[in-house]
């Protein structure tokens, strides 16, 4: 089973739309969670960390369940600019960050 | 925020040179240094992680005779790709841990690498 598994999608969304991403992660020592966002042949950026009690920041909402070890992302109203990877992150403790292979997301017009 | 410059972000080689990719930490000071390289369609592999003054740590399967890294100050990491093949053509990504905050990485905007 790899460490952090994500659906590869693509999504495709009209404008305005809500979609919701996955993430579940093997490890359960896992500390740190993470949504980065990764635009066509860029590097990753920052969206959000993720917290036990989730977190809210604008349109975008992440959660995490370490019970059932699984993060998610939810982006509400989608636009245009919204189209990109998102790549889930975890930070085992003491460990180097291990990425999962993102899920494509196209917001259509 | 944090700011990470890679240079340079595009390199066009023939097979048999070496590339030497900077990664520096600009406003800040970088303890640990990350180097992840990035093939079309697929996630980002680490390849292998340097902390200031010493040697790098390489993931398994990376040749570090091949992909050598010197993290000779506290911001600034290089890794140079020794006589590079066409299959070592791929984007390569540097990111830097801030002391302060060890918990973020902040990623330099990448190398493309192509190996004629």
């Known amino acids: 089973r790899k460490e952090v598994e994500q659906d590869p999608g693509p999504f495709n969304v009209p404008e305005g739309a809500t979609v919701a991403f996955n993430c579940t992660y093997s490890?359960?020592?896992?500390?740190?969670f993470f949504w980065y966002r990764q635009d066509c042949r860029k590097e990753p950026k920052l969206l959000m960390s993720?917290?036990?009690s989730g977190n809210e920041d604008g349109r975008f909402t992440a959660q995490l369940n370490r019970a059932s070890q699984y993060i998610s992302l939810l982006i509400r109203d989608s636009k245009l600019s919204d189209s990109a990877t998102y790549l889930c992150?975890?930070?085992?403790?003491?460990?180097?960050?291990?990425f999962g292979p993102g899920t494509r997301l196209s917001v259509l017009p | 925020g944090a700011v990470v410059s890679q240079h340079p972000s595009r390199v066009i080689c023939k097979s048999g040179t070496s590339v030497k990719i900077e990664c520096r930490s600009l406003?800040?000071?970088?303890?640990?240094m990350f180097w992840y390289r990035q093939f079309p369609k697929q996630s980002l592999m680490l390849m292998a992680t340097?902390?200031?003054?010493?040697?790098?740590?390489?993931e398994q399967g990376v040749e570090k005779d091949k992909f050598l890294i010197n993290h000779a100050s506290l911001t600034l990491s290089t890794l140079t790709v020794t006589s590079a093949h066409p299959e070592d053509s791929s984007f390569y990504i540097c990111?830097?841990?801030?002391?302060?905050?060890?918990?973020?990485?902040?990623f330099g905007a990448g190398t493309r690498l192509s190996v004629l």
């Open positions: 990111s830097a841990e801030s002391a302060r905050a060890k918990n973020i990485q902040y």
């Open positions: 490890n359960s020592a896992s500390q740190s």
């Open positions: 993720v917290y036990s």
């Open positions: 992150v975890v930070n085992p403790y003491g460990q180097n960050f291990v």
């Open positions: 406003d800040f000071q970088a303890t640990t």
């Open positions: 340097s902390n200031e003054g010493s040697k790098a740590t390489y």
